[in-house]
């Protein structure tokens, strides 16, 4: 019987082409949330078409909110009392859901969100949320899987230092200042541009906010904030995704919607590794002629190497020249889909977070499992490189991140098929 849900590829393509690259979803996601902050209509543009879309705005929705996916628009109406509860169901399907505990607890001085639980990418805990809100004034306590906190006289302004810039830590207590008493500083923030787009949203919402971008975020609390319509930032970690496979198959791929400066470091591993990089505006074109040779990367909080991009830079080193070092420093569990890329003939040794990596000239085609979004594009563009076809299975794991990959693929030459699930119950 054909096993469902997976995506089928032929090897030995050469990517060609320009491709269309969509809203990120890790900035459109909060920025949903961001809503939650207004009462009334706010319209989130350019957000990608993918499930994690889907499952926030029901999260929206059970918090009372009207919302709409039109297209590439998220159209979010709130209520001037959202509710305060979002509950397991959807939060184990979008661990991003915990991102609307700053602003519920902002909002509603009260606010019960589930617990995520655990992840294939690692244990990522919340004790950085907790602690920033816990500052602010926050009693936050745990029960029966949920976190649960209070702030019954309102939030203050309060100096927070994260032990480590965590994208989602930042996003929440960033989220609660803005309407706190005061003025909030959080130090060793996240850098990302996708908390610049927030800060960005924030600010056209009436926000008072300094330093986006730096390490030092500096909030005055408001009043109220009004609700405003705002264009997400393209996705950075899938036009690199393309850049990657652009130089693995010694392609010739034109990456439009995303700004190459967001990817800097990771361009500039492509140069090491024999590309070349032509940039623009709102784009890049990578073309390789030859094999690439191997480097060694390191993926570090931004601007340094996107973990998300760890998948590709394993699968570029698998059939670079030489050898490569690949280092971990995000995530304890990223290196867990390592052995499905060991299945397609990549010879990869790890100890801890580090990965040593000796190029092959040709991977060799096998069924594998996405284990996460990334990996999973990371085994289809392995694939690419292997002789045959690779047939990577639980590619429902890709469509939470990537919306158009098949068709994508396609438009830029690759015989592709994919053998669908009737899984989806969400609708655009
Ligand atoms: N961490 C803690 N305590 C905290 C918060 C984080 O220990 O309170 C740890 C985590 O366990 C992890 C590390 O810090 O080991 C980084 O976590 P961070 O909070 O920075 O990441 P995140 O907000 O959970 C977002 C993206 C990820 C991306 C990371 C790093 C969203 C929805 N997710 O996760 O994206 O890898 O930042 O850039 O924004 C993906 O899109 O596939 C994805 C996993």
């Given at each position: 019987m054909a096993r469902v849900d997976v995506i089928r590829v032929k090897g030995g393509a050469r990517l060609a082409g320009d491709v269309r690259v969509g809203g990120a979803k890790n900035s459109a996601l909060k920025l949903m949330a961001v809503a939650l902050l207004a009462e009334g209509r706010s319209v989130v543009s350019n957000v990608p078409r993918i499930t994690d879309i889907a499952i926030m705005a029901e999260v929206l929705r059970r918090l009372g909110c009207d919302v709409t996916l039109e297209g590439t628009e998220a159209i979010i109406d709130v209520p001037a009392e959202p509710g305060s509860e979002a509950d397991y169901d959807l939060v184990r399907r979008l661990r991003a859901s915990i991102c609307v505990l700053g602003p519920l607890l902002a909002r509603r001085g009260y606010v019960r969100v589930a617990l995520p639980g655990g992840d294939m990418i690692g244990s990522r805990g919340l004790d950085m949320h907790v602690s920033g809100l816990a500052r602010m004034g926050a009693e936050i306590s745990g029960e029966h899987g949920f976190v649960i906190a209070s702030a019954p006289a309102g939030l203050r302004g309060a100096k927070i230092w994260l032990d480590f810039p965590s994208v989602g830590a930042t996003e929440?207590?960033?989220?609660?200042?803005?309407?706190?008493?005061?003025?909030?500083?959080?130090?060793?923030?996240a850098r990302e541009p996708e908390i610049v787009d927030i800060c960005n949203m924030l600010v056209e919402m009436g926000a008072k906010i300094e330093g986006a971008g730096s390490s030092t975020l500096i909030v005055e609390g408001v009043e109220a904030l009004k609700p405003v319509r705002h264009e997400t930032i393209g996705d950075r970690i899938v036009g690199g995704t393309w850049a990657f496979a652009s130089v693995m198959t010694r392609g010739d791929v034109t990456v439009h919607g995303v700004r190459p400066e967001f990817l800097d470091i990771a361009l500039d591993k492509l140069v090491t590794a024999g590309a070349r990089v032509e940039p623009g505006d709102n784009r890049f074109r990578v073309v390789m002629a030859d094999r690439p040779r191997g480097v060694d990367i390191v993926t570090l909080p931004y601007p340094g190497f996107a973990t998300d991009l760890l998948p590709?830079?394993?699968?570029?080193?698998?059939?670079?020249?030489?050898?490569?070092?690949?280092?971990?420093?995000?995530?304890?569990?990223?290196?867990?889909?390592?052995?499905?890329?060991?299945?397609?003939?990549?010879?990869?040794?790890?100890?801890?977070?580090?990965?040593?990596?000796?190029?092959?000239?040709?991977?060799?085609?096998?069924p594998v499992r996405a284990?996460?979004?990334?990996?999973?594009?990371?085994?289809?563009?392995?694939?690419?490189?292997?002789?045959?076809?690779?047939?990577?299975?639980?590619?429902?794991?890709?469509?939470?991140?990537?919306?158009?990959?098949?068709?994508?693929?396609?438009?830029?030459?690759v015989e592709v098929e994919r053998t669908d699930v009737p899984e989806p119950t969400f609708d655009f």
């Open positions: 929440n207590i960033l989220m609660a200042a803005v309407l706190a008493k005061g003025v909030t500083e959080i130090d060793n923030a590709m830079a394993l699968g570029l080193a698998a059939v670079a020249e030489g050898s490569s070092l690949i280092t971990e420093n995000i995530f304890d569990g990223r290196f867990m889909f390592v052995n499905e890329m060991v299945r397609l003939g990549a010879d990869i040794r790890t100890d801890g977070h580090h990965a040593v990596v000796n190029g092959r000239d040709r991977l060799s085609g096998a284990t996460d979004i990334r990996a999973g594009a990371g085994l289809v563009i392995a694939g690419l490189c292997a002789d045959g076809v690779t047939e990577v299975g639980e590619v429902h794991h890709i469509d939470r991140g990537y919306p158009d990959f098949v068709s994508d693929l396609e438009n830029l030459g």
